[in-house]
């Protein structure tokens, strides 16, 4: 998995806890590179899950409550880092929409050995169905980020999970007017 996300997980718990937190989260994942990645490089995602896992440890916070705020944070993150990615988008909606086709044709040519997961949007009457399915276990990760963007455009919208899909792998998302 590419470096960004790896490196956007340290600095939210740098901001959100402390950097003698995220030293310590560091220390006892016990990381090939002591938690040095570049954006471009590419890791094993396992080392994110390690580095989650600590923090369980050291906060006492649920997994996936932890992974879910994550995402929301990075939600903002991604705003400031690729904002070529939000250019002529108003709504959550159609944003995410579009998000399957950033991710395989913007992501992929910024990050040429990216795999990003599918996150395909469809509407369903009144509804928008988000499903996300990756080989890497981030469902809570992708409901942070879903509720990021709904936030980021002002959209009145909620977030029910679909419980048949219950993750981590896939997930269902069924996003409903207020
Ligand atoms: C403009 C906004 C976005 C950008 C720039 C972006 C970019 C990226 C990048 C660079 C990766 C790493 C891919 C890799 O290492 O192979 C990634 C992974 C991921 N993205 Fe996005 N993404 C965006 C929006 C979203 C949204 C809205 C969702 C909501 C479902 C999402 C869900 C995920 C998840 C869960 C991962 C973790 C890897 C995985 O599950 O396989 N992303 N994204």
């Known amino acids: 998995m590419k470096g960004v ?11 959100s806890y402390s950097p003698s937190v995220a030293d310590q ?27 989650i896992g600590q923090l369980v440890e050291i906060t006492g916070e649920p997994v996936n ?5 994550y995402g929301y944070w990075l939600s903002a993150r991604f705003a400031e880092l690729y904002p070529q990615f939000f250019v002529g988008f108003d709504d959550a909606i159609t944003f995410l929409k579009a ?5 395989q044709k913007e992501v ?33 990760v992708a409901h942070g980020l879903i509720r990021g963007y709904i936030g980021h455009f002002g959209d009145d919208l909620v977030i029910l999970r679909d419980e048949t899909t219950p993750g981590p792998h896939a997930a269902r998302f069924i996003l409903q007017r207020k």
């Open 99 to 103: 998000i399957d086709g950033i991710h």
């Open 25 to 51: 989260m560091i220390r006892q994942a016990q990381l090939p590179g002591n938690g040095s990645y570049t954006s471009v490089g590419t890791y094993p995602h396992v080392q994110a899950l390690a580095m």
């Open 65 to 69: 409550a932890l992974a879910e705020a």
């Open 108 to 140: 992929t040519k910024l990050y040429p050995d990216a795999l990003t997961p599918s996150v395909i949007a469809e509407v369903d009457g009144q509804d928008l169905l988000v499903s996300y399915a990756s080989h890497r276990p981030f469902a809570e």
């Open 5 to 15: 996300i790896f490196s956007e997980l340290i600095r939210w718990v740098e901001e």
